[in-house]
């Protein structure tokens, strides 16, 4: 899914094989990470 998702994310704490496919990596769940995430790429 991460592949197709056309612009993977993965939060810190996703497993490794995900984050070894992801676009990019964000902070973990318990410091905001998709929040951050957001904030930064999209609402910029």
Known sequence: M???A???VV???GSDKTKSVADYITD???HDGI???IEKHILK
Request: proline share 0%; no cysteine; net charge negative.
């Open 6 to 8: 056309g612009y993977g």
């Open 35 to 37: 929040g951050n995430f």
């Open 2 to 4: 991460t592949l197709n």
């Open 11 to 13: 939060m810190a704490n």
């Open 28 to 30: 973990d769940n318990e």
